[in-house]
């Protein structure tokens, strides 16, 4: 039983790592139509400037008021990138779909180079409350904080998201843009502004994952948001594109599939499992789980 | 009538035409044969003894600089075999590398482990590639455009962790698999033959380009290019798009199998890296940035990428980086940095590529020629 609750526990941190990246994935893509490979890019930015803020930013730390500064600097440097990559790289491309893709590979190969080049190539230990170390024993079970921590972060950016959707005038655009772009640009609304929006929020949650998740592993290093990015994107098309509560259930599905079979089976086969998942998913519902509606 | 027409050849500029027209050169009756000629100077290429200063480390017939011309040449017949997908049908897939890891692979696990000879080996190991790239064509090509590239992008992740893994002991795991030479003929082993190796990557470069060249002409090419330009109308015209589209499909993952047979040979191994996903996302930028959908614009971009990214990492570690300030010499000492950059400014500056640069460049001097008749 202590091991069920552990691993179900586990797989939702996991869940909430993967919910963090395909969210906004999931919304760059059913709202402007762009596979962004530089999301992983946007994760190991924040993460990096989040380990930099705090062992050389004044106010910030690795502990306590300090590191919320750091975290906090972290994200805010991610929603940046994602606003300038938007802004500059994405823009002048507007509805050249595989054109955006392509400077997004670019952007998402010379990024991670830059990275390595910066800070090297190595893993390097994060700086991270000491709390976090620690575990909290639930229902018998051994947790670890970090992995607690992660849940709790994703169920509240799940809420701030959908609150966001359902009642402010930018989540009405956005949801309708989602829904049919040319019908919202037709009424006379700059679509294009809730593009960059959308960016931004893309890259806060990556960043926030790229932070949180370097606090469960313990260390950061410049590919941890290419291999992570590639489970988003099983994440996205399972959830259905577009869809920020698909994404939650697709994590969710996929984070405690993955932990389960690799512990009762060979470690990697839950990953092939996921795959699996993907496949039968596309051949009995090829739209995903939600299909392309912004909000449940 | 099935047979599709389909504007594949682009006509010369009206300027380029008459100034042909008007001085039948020396150039343009060469022109034709220009393939000719480049093909017989890379056949006796290991004949000579040049030094090239700068360009290579050795002289050209040295083993060192013949095996890195050899894996230039088999990524130029990749990217070539992948062109057959992005740039002829424009199916844009993530995993090609899965097709190139399993030739890779599987030529070298049957003759390692399995203690098969070589000519029985790397046609298994081509033939298992092309049925493994058929039957996950058959459940990807269920979806279309961007939700088929991250499913590709899915099953070579698959594939990547079941290298990773090691599942049964077979495929070495992170430390990869060194080729067992004892199974191979003795023709193909050791440092002094490498210049067979070498003809080898050359002999599959020609097949490939051959290939894709008779399958662009073919009726079935023609509606792959159909496929490309307007899906509907193809399926309007009463043709399955899924199957030409399986079909080309297919035949890219044969092609890329049967690279990964010639590049086992040649580096000796096989390594995980080849099965990542930055495999496919390289050959992706190698078409983008020799101009897709043209017949030597892969070549010649799977080539210069592979060279750059094999000189550029001695580059990075020479005198003249270092005497330059660290925030430049640290990104410029990345190959990928450099070339992820070059690529971005590709896809803004030159959509067509290097194949387009020729056109772009008689367009220009025709233009400054005419430019300053233009006022009277």
Not at chain 1, 168 to 186: D, F, H, P, Q
Not at chain 2, 94 to 115: E, K, N, S
Not at chain 2, 131 to 148: E, Q
């Amino acid at each position: 039983m202590d091991t069920v609750i552990l691993l179900t526990l586990t797989g939702l941190g996991l869940a909430a790592l993967y919910f963090l990246v395909a969210s906004g994935l999931s919304l760059v893509f059913g709202l402007a139509d762009v596979l962004n490979f530089a999301h992983g890019l946007f994760l190991g930015f924040g993460a990096y400037a989040t380990w930099w803020a705090a062992g050389n930013l004044p106010g910030a730390g690795s502990d306590g008021f300090g590191f919320v500064v750091a975290v906090a600097f972290g994200v805010a440097a991610g929603t940046l990138m994602a606003v300038l990559v938007e802004l500059v790289l994405i823009r002048p491309l507007y509805s050249r779909t595989i054109e955006q893709v392509l400077v997004t590979v670019g952007l998402s190969l010379a990024g991670v180079a830059l990275l390595q080049a910066t800070w090297g190539a190595d893993a390097r230990p994060f700086p991270r409350p000491e709390w976090t170390r620690q575990v909290t024993t639930i229902l018998g079970a051994q947790v670890p904080n970090g992995g607690l921590l992660l849940i709790v972060a994703a169920a509240l950016v799940l809420g701030a998201i959908l609150a966001f959707l359902r009642w402010t005038r930018y989540g009405l655009i956005i949801r309708a843009g989602v829904e049919n772009r040319e019908m919202v640009t037709a009424l006379g609304i700059d679509v294009r502004k809730a593009f960059t929006l959308v960016f931004a929020i893309g890259g806060a949650a990556a960043a926030l994952a790229g932070a949180l998740g370097s606090v469960y592993f313990g260390t950061v290093s410049p590919q941890q948001g290419g291999s992570l990015l590639i489970f988003a994107f099983i994440v996205v098309v399972i959830g259905g594109m577009g869809s920020v509560v698909g994404s939650a259930y697709a994590a969710v599905a996929v984070g405690l599939l993955q932990q389960f079979v690799n512990y009762y089976g060979t470690s990697g086969l839950g990953d092939i499992c996921v795959v699996a998942l993907l496949a039968v998913v596309l051949l009995l519902r090829p739209q995903g789980i939600a299909g392309k509606v912004a909000t449940a | 009538m099935t047979e599709v027409k389909s504007p594949e050849v682009p006509a010369p500029p009206a300027a380029e035409s008459a100034q042909l027209a008007a001085e039948p050169t020396l150039w343009a009756r060469i022109r034709p044969f220009l393939p000719l000629v480049v093909l017989v100077v890379a056949v006796i290429l290991p004949y000579s003894t040049l030094h090239l200063p700068g360009i290579f480390e050795g002289a050209l017939n040295s083993p060192g600089t013949l095996q890195l011309l050899a894996v230039c040449l088999i990524f130029g017949g990749l990217a070539a075999g992948y062109d057959l997908l992005f740039g002829r049908t424009g199916m844009l897939s993530f995993g090609h590398a899965l097709y190139f890891a399993a030739g890779v692979y599987g030529t070298d696990i049957l003759i390692t482990r399995a203690g098969l000879p070589l000519w029985q080996a790397a046609p298994l190991a081509i033939v298992g590639g092309t049925i493994l790239a058929g039957l996950i064509g058959a459940v990807a090509l269920r979806t279309v455009g961007i939700a088929f590239a991250m499913v590709t992008l899915a099953f070579a992740q698959v594939g990547a962790i079941l290298v990773a893994r090691d599942f049964g002991g077979l495929t070495g795991g992170e430390e990869g698999l060194p080729l067992d030479v004892a199974g191979l003929p003795s023709r193909l082993v050791g440092v002094a033959n490498t210049v067979n190796l070498y003809w080898l990557a050359l002999a599959y470069l020609v097949v490939v380009v051959f290939v894709v060249h008779r399958v662009t002409g073919s009726p079935t090419g023609r509606v792959l290019a159909g496929l490309r330009d307007d899906e509907r109308r193809i399926g309007v015209l009463g043709l399955d798009p899924y199957r030409f589209k399986l079909v080309a499909f297919t035949l890219a993952g044969g092609l890329a199998a049967a690279g990964g047979a010639v590049y086992c040979l040649i580096v000796g191994g096989a390594s995980p890296h080849i099965t990542s996903s930055e495999l496919t996302l390289s050959l992706l930028v190698m078409v983008v940035l020799g101009g897709p959908g043209t017949r030597w614009g892969p070549v010649l971009g799977g080539i210069l990428y592979m060279y750059l990214d094999h000189r550029l990492v001695s580059f990075g570690t020479s005198d003249a980086l270092d005497a330059l300030p660290a925030f430049l010499s640290r990104p410029l000492s990345q190959p990928l940095f450099v070339l992820g950059t070059v690529f971005i400014l590709a896809v803004y500056f030159f959509p067509g590529g290097l194949a387009s640069l020729a056109p772009r460049l008689t367009l220009l001097r025709n233009s400054l020629r005419l430019g300053p008749r233009q006022p009277d």
